[in-house]
């Protein structure tokens, strides 16, 4: 810095400029060559204002003494005990290309990555003349010293365009906030399973709101949920082309007896498990032995007779969103012929049928 200063590659370069750099040399980690920049605390140390702060760690990033590791932000880290703390920002030190030529160093590499391997004759001989000078420096700097504006703290003034602008790294150290490395990598996205991997346009996310809002009456266990997290949650049974009523009669079913704490989480996680079942069970379908699945067996199914009228879609429905109050009804069914009871209720009212007749002891209502 004392020969960045008085070799005048910048006008504004003054001793305050080195008292700056001297505060952050102090604090700097040398293994990485990083230092906060602590604008403050610096204002304080250094007995100056915090625009004269500013102003010179500027003139230290156009001489290519500074460069931006990391902008700082307002944002609050939110640490335990503390009430307020933003994002500090982070200096590297670098040295400009001007004072490894002039100072005779052979680098390797390029930028804020460039390393001395050796020195040149010129730089071994200006070497020889600095050791042999009274002062340890290469260059006095009392012409700086005497005309120090330290005391003055004018308004920050704008960027001077006669003044070259140094590059640390192949690129201008005028660095936009957006393009400032993060602390650390974005989590790669998973893809969804639960039938919305596609992405869903406004007119979609409204119906899926608008079928929760006529849901979450009819399920007493999901009223504490907000309407965007169930919409998101019963997505899978909405592209399925359930309407409101059936949706409801799934959620019935599915915590029955009992509130979950987080509705739309609970949703989520029982259609996931109901989807790795039903892979579970194809699967197994494929291996097992099936004389249904016989040709001359189906053709002698078509063939016979048919004694009533089928099962239609709105019968099940009906049966399984009414149902639940007349169990028992339910349970003697299923005792008389569990394939149609299964057919007609469903499993899990089924199941809860089953379980409210193994558990009663009395006549039923």
């Known amino acids: 810095m004392t020969w960045l200063v008085g070799a005048g590659l910048h006008p504004r370069a003054t001793e305050t400029t080195r008292t700056v750099a001297r505060d ?39 001489l290519g003494a500074l460069a931006w590791h990391r902008h700082g932000t307002k944002r609050n880290l939110r640490l335990p005990g503390r009430p307020y703390t933003a994002t500090a920002t982070i200096y590297a030190a670098t040295v400009p ?39 340890p420096h290469p260059v006095d700097n009392e012409a700086a010293r005497e005309s120090d504006w330290a005391h003055r703290a004018p308004h920050s003034s704008g960027r001077h365009h006669n003044v070259s602008t140094a590059d640390p790294d192949g690129c201008l150290n005028y660095t936009s906030r957006t393009c400032a490395p993060r ?13 919305s991997r596609s992405r869903r346009s406004p007119w979609q996310v409204a119906r899926d709101i608008r079928i929760a809002r006529q849901v979450r009456p009819l399920v007493r266990w999901t009223q504490p949920e907000g309407l965007r997290r169930l ?22 079913g599915m915590a029955a007896g009992w509130r979950p704490a987080r509705p739309a989480a609970y949703v ?25 699945a016989h040709q001359e067996w189906q053709r002698w199914l078509n063939s016979r007779p048919s004694e009533e009228p089928a099962r ?35 499993t899990r009212l089924c199941a809860y049928a089953v379980k409210r007749a193994a558990h009663a002891t009395g006549s039923p209502p």
Request: charge should be positive; charged fraction near 30%.
């Open 24 to 62: 952050l040399a102090a604090r700097m980690d040398y293994r990485l060559g990083l230092v906060l920049y602590d604008l403050q605390g610096t204002a304080t140390r250094c007995g100056v204002s915090t625009a004269t702060v500013k102003r010179h760690v500027r003139v230290l990033r156009e």
């Open 97 to 135: 290309a001007a004072y490894d030529e002039a100072m005779g160093h052979r680098l390797t590499g390029r930028g804020y990555r460039a390393r001395v391997t050796g020195v040149t004759d010129e730089g071994r001989a200006l070497a020889a003349r600095t050791a042999a000078r009274p002062h």
């Open 183 to 195: 602390a650390r990598a974005a989590a790669p996205r998973r893809p969804r399973n639960d039938g």
């Open 231 to 252: 919409a998101f949650a019963l997505r899978p049974l909405i592209d399925r082309g359930l309407e409101a009523h059936d949706i409801a009669a799934e959620l019935i």
């Open 268 to 292: 989520t996680a029982a259609l996931a498990r109901d989807r790795c079942a039903e892979t579970a069970r194809r699967a197994d379908a494929g291996l097992a032995a099936d004389p249904a």
């Open 312 to 346: 239609t879609e709105g019968d099940r429905r009906h049966a399984r969103l009414y149902a639940w109050d007349r169990w028992y009804e339910v349970a003697a069914h299923y005792d008389d012929d569990p394939d149609d009871a299964l057919d007609l209720y469903g």
